[in-house]
């Protein structure tokens, strides 16, 4: 699986370049710079601290995910309620950058902000996305945003590069959680070592939903905030 996962590095690329797609299809994830801007950055996470403090207290409980401390770990669907991440969905740059990379029409279908707070932000188990549509007609990515500079020591993304070429691993369920499912921990310890997606702010990685993906705990003592929007892809082959 994703043999050269530990030889090669991943470059950055600028968003409108024409090996996009090659490395999207080689790699199963591509890394772009400057997806968002500064101020879009901040526009974005004054928003979530909005919606966070505003909104997330009169919504039901599983539209968000806690730390074991209590501490804000994620939120789902946010555009269903809220205007601003409504338009933020709706970007026609966004959609145009995932089409661009896949080559195929995309319609987005949902978002998630993932908060990894200092010192208590928990691992995101290894996972494809991929097994969450078993016996269903999709084929999904996900555009990956950061909003905080992501580092090896606050849980930046990890990828086994090429791993959508070998289909679905097997998944097993998640002790305290009846909807995530995760790639044992024996498959993993027999797998190459990832390749770690440290991205500054701003900078967007859009990974094939068949891509074996996950990260660390944040074990530093800076956040790191991030958004994924997922798209699905016409026609719903592989």
Same mark, same amino acid.
């Given at each position: 699986?994703?043999?050269?996962?530990?030889?090669?590095?991943?470059?950055?690329?600028?968003?409108?370049?024409? !090996?996009?797609?090659?490395?999207?299809?080689?790699?199963?994830?591509?890394?772009?710079?400057?997806? =968002?801007?500064?101020?879009?950055?901040?526009?974005?996470?004054?928003?979530?601290?909005?919606?966070? $403090?505003?909104?997330?207290?009169?919504?039901?409980?599983?539209?968000?995910?806690?730390?074991?401390?209590?501490?804000?770990?994620?939120?789902?669907?946010?555009?269903?309620?809220?205007?601003?991440?409504?338009?933020?969905?709706? *970007?026609?740059? =966004? $959609?145009?950058?995932?089409?661009?990379?896949? @080559?195929?029409?995309?319609?987005? !279908?949902?978002?998630?902000?993932?908060? $990894?707070?200092?010192?208590?932000?928990?691992?995101?188990?290894? &996972?494809?996305?991929?097994?969450?549509?078993?016996?269903?007609?999709?084929?999904?990515?996900?555009?990956?945003? @950061?909003?905080?500079?992501?580092?090896?020591?606050?849980?930046?993304?990890?990828?086994?590069?090429?791993?959508? &070429?070998?289909?679905?691993?097997? &998944?097993?369920?998640?002790?305290?959680?009846?909807?995530?499912?995760?790639?044992?921990?024996?498959?993993? !310890?027999?797998?190459?070592?990832?390749?770690?997606?440290?991205?500054?702010?701003?900078?967007?990685?859009? &990974?094939?939903?068949?891509?074996?993906?996950?990260?660390?705990?944040?074990?530093?003592?800076?956040? *790191?905030?991030?958004?994924?929007?997922?798209?699905?892809?016409?026609? !719903?082959?592989?």
């Amino acid at each position: 699986m994703g043999s050269t996962a530990a030889q090669r590095e991943l470059r950055l690329h600028d968003t409108d370049e024409a !090996a996009l797609p090659e490395s999207y299809e080689r790699d199963g994830v591509v890394l772009m710079r400057d997806v =968002l801007s500064a101020d879009e950055v901040a526009e974005v996470r004054a928003n979530i601290a909005r919606y966070a $403090k505003w909104l997330l207290p009169a919504l039901p409980e599983d539209w968000a995910r806690r730390e074991a401390d209590g501490t804000l770990r994620g939120m789902y669907f946010l555009e269903r309620v809220d205007p601003f991440f409504t338009g933020f969905a709706a *970007r026609a740059d =966004l $959609k145009d950058i995932v089409e661009r990379v896949t @080559g195929r029409t995309a319609t987005f !279908a949902s978002m998630e902000t993932f908060h $990894k707070p200092a010192r208590v932000g928990s691992p995101s188990l290894v &996972h494809q996305d991929g097994v969450y549509y078993v016996g269903r007609p999709i084929v999904g990515v996900n555009l990956w945003l @950061g909003l905080d500079d992501a580092t090896a020591d606050n849980g930046a993304l990890q990828y086994w590069i090429g791993s959508h &070429h070998d289909g679905l691993v097997e &998944h097993g369920g998640v002790e305290g959680d009846a909807f995530f499912r995760a790639i044992p921990p024996h498959i993993v !310890a027999a797998m190459p070592e990832p390749f770690v997606a440290e991205l500054r702010s701003g900078c967007g990685a859009l &990974h094939h939903d068949m891509m074996v993906h996950g990260s660390d705990g944040n074990t530093s003592d800076r956040p *790191r905030l991030a958004m994924a929007l997922t798209y699905t892809l016409e026609p !719903a082959t592989r």
